[in-house]
C-alpha cells in the first residue's frame, strides 16, 4: 500500500515569508509526528497528534510554528516569519497507535530552505 | 529528560566482517529503544525495536540489538556485513509517561568491498 508521503518535496522561499507543508499519513494510522532534521542531526521532535488533537508540541521552537489535523489524517505544519535557521529537512510519520511504542513510518521528508 | 548519544560518527568495516554501531542512553523512567536506517535518496526505516523481554532483540536484513541495562546501552550488531549495509544509522528512546521519541544524530555505517 501507500506509505507516508509529504508535498512538496523541495519548498525554497524568502526570510518572512509563510510557509505551508503537508503530510498524508497512511490510511488508518491513529498517530503522526513532525520532525527537523538539520544536517549532520538526528530527528528532532516537534510535534505528536493522536487522532485531531496535538498530544504532544513541547517541540515546536517557538510560536511561529504551528500544526493541524483537523479530520484526524492530513497534517500540515505551519511556519510564519520564517528565518534562515529554519532551513531544514522536515519529515512526517506516522503510526498504528501513540505513545511511540508502535513503528515509525517515516515519509521522503519536505526540505526546506528560507534564503 | 531522555537522551541518546552515538559516540561514533563514522564506521568502517569490512564487507564480511561483524559490525557494530555504539548507543547510548539515558532515561528516567524505563526505557523504548529503537533502531531506524536512512538509506540516501530515502525515508528513515524501521529496524527493530526493544519495549520489555529477552535482551536481545532481531530486526530486519540480519541486525540485532542487544539491550544492556547496567551500561545503558543498546549497541547495534550484525554478524556478516554486506556492502548494501552501508546507510545513515539512528538510535532512539523514548521515556516511560513521554510521548516523543528522542533520536541520536547518526552513526554512518561504511562498508568496504
Known amino acids: 500500500g501507500a506509505g507516508v508521503s509529504q508535498t512538496p518535496s523541495n519548498k525554497v522561499t524568502e526570510k518572512g515569508k509563510y510557509v505551508e507543508l503537508r503530510c498524508d499519513p497512511i490510511?488508518?494510522?491513529?498517530?503522526l509526528y513532525w520532525y527537523r532534521q538539520s544536517l549532520g542531526q538526528g530527528p528532532e521532535f516537534l510535534i505528536y497528534f493522536q487522532g485531531t488533537g496535538a498530544a504532544d508540541d513541547s517541540g515546536l521552537p517557538n510560536d511561529r510554528f504551528f500544526a493541524v489535523r483537523p479530520e484526524g489524517s492530513v497534517s500540515t505544519l505551519k511556519i510564519q516569519r520564517t528565518e534562515r535557521g529554519d532551513s531544514a529537512v522536515y519529515l512526517c510519520a506516522s503510526s498504528l497507535s501513540g505513545l511511540g511504542l508502535a513503528e515509525q513510518f517515516f515519509g521522503p521528508g519536505t526540505r526546506l530552505t528560507v534564503l | 529528560a531522555q537522551s541518546v548519544a552515538q559516540p561514533e560518527d563514522q564506521v568502517n568495516v569490512a564487507e564480511g566482517n561483524p559490525l557494530t554501531v555504539k548507543c547510548t542512553y539515558s532515561v528516567s523512567g524505563n526505557p523504548y529503544l529503537f533502531w531506524y536506517v536512512q538509506y540516501p535518496n530515502r525515508g528513515l526505516q524501521f529496524l527493530l525495536k526493544y519495549i520489555t523481554g529477552d535482551n536481545l532483540v532481531k530486526g530486519s536484513y540480519g541486525f540485532e540489538a542487544e539491550f544492556n541495562k547496567s551500561q545503558t546501552s543498546f549497541h547495534l550488531k550484525k554478524p556478516s556485513a554486506l556492502v548494501s549495509d552501508s546507510a545513515l544509522y539512528f538510535c532512539a528512546v523514548r521515556d516511560t509517561g513521554d510521548d516523543k521519541i528522542i533520536f541520536g544524530k547518526g552513526t554512518r555505517l561504511h562498508i568496504l568491498p
Open positions: 490510511s488508518g494510522h491513529t498517530a
